[in-house]
């Protein structure tokens, strides 16, 4: 059992950055994938990135490459999600989530969820 407790969102102008974290409960944390997903108002829930267990594997979508960057901290049970040069339509509400194996890039493939971070950007 994992249980996943997101923090870092707030409201930033076009252009900022946040740094989302993601803490992580359970001693096994380091074996797994950890991906991060966002649900904008009225739209279905979207995959951001991932990462694998020893950070050595990475995957984006298309519109956050270059902008955002997913890291982790296995001593600290924590992952996060750097995001810089931030636009309107990054405004939504993010989830991490957490799947044995490899990140994917689809929400059905993670078993544990938090319960998501607010972030608005204004423009």
């Known amino acids: 059992q994992v249980q996943l407790v997101e923090s870092g969102g707030g409201l930033v102008q076009t252009g900022g950055f946040l740094r989302l974290s993601c803490a992580a409960s359970?001693?096994?944390?380091?074996?797994?994938?950890m991906g991060w997903f966002r649900q904008a108002s009225g739209k279905e829930r979207e995959f951001v990135g991932g990462?694998?267990?020893?950070?050595?594997?990475?995957l984006y979508a298309d519109s956050v490459k270059g902008r955002f960057t997913i890291s982790r901290d296995n001593a600290k049970n924590t992952v996060y999600l750097q995001m810089n040069s931030l636009k309107a339509e990054d405004t939504a509400v993010y989830y991490c989530?957490?799947?044995?194996?490899?990140?994917?890039?689809?929400?059905?493939?993670?078993?544990?969820w938090g319960q998501g971070t607010q972030v608005t950007v204004s423009s």
């Open positions: 989530a957490a799947r044995p194996g490899v990140p994917v890039d689809t929400y059905e493939g993670y078993d544990y």
């Open positions: 359970g001693r096994t944390f380091n074996r797994y994938a």
């Open positions: 990462i694998s267990w020893s950070g050595g594997v990475t």
